[in-house]
């Protein structure tokens, strides 16, 4: 939405928003923080320098409630208008110009690179080319960034990486080591409880759990 009113109106000076958690953090630690933790939406304003008011009194909440319930009851009727009846054709329709914006309205993480040259995010591990071999990168923080479009970037101080995306492996299931045999012993009323500890051993090797080996993967709207 703010993409499309870029594109028809220009860059605001400044946004006149309500207290939901897209555009500031309100966790009770960060109200109090100098500055303030920014969101993701938060840090893309700042990027562009655009201000955002946030609206504290009722009235002025209901004011933007109001005006953001009129935009989105317009956008459902010209999409009815349209025969427009899916989230992809409706994609397709929206004007996606954005005059470059793509790189700023995105959602951006930092992660450290690991010394094989690897680095994981939500779900997924990467591996960064050797031919940035001289920006001694290991151990260094990179910017994942994810686009509207679901296209990813790392970056290191503004420059895009080459990078390709590691495969999920599969893990074997690896069973425990067998437990060591117990002696049969005498009980005290002299009793063997041989066949007694056979009886228990071959229960718990019939309901003994199989663990899984395997690597472990690390750890996403306007």
Known sequence: M?????DQHGLPQA????????????APAALVAQPPPLTQFGWAMNQLGVRIVPAYSPQAKGRVERRHG??????????????????AAA???LPRKHSGLEEVLCWEAERVVAR????SWEGHSYQIERRHAALSLVGRRVVMREL????RQVLYQGQKLHWRELP????????PPAEREIPATLSPLGHCGGAAHASRRSVRARHRPRFAQGRLAFERGW
């Open 2 to 6: 703010f993409g499309r009113y870029y």
């Open 15 to 26: 946004l006149y928003a309500d207290l939901d958690s897209i555009y500031r953090v309100n």
């Open 70 to 87: 009129l935009f989105q009851d317009r956008l459902v009727k010209e999409l009815r208008l349209a025969g427009i009846q899916t989230l």
């Open 116 to 119: 094989d040259w690897t680095l």
């Open 168 to 175: 999920v492996e599969s893990a074997p299931l690896v069973s």
């Open 91 to 93: 994609n397709r329709y």
């Open 148 to 151: 509207l479009d679901g296209r």
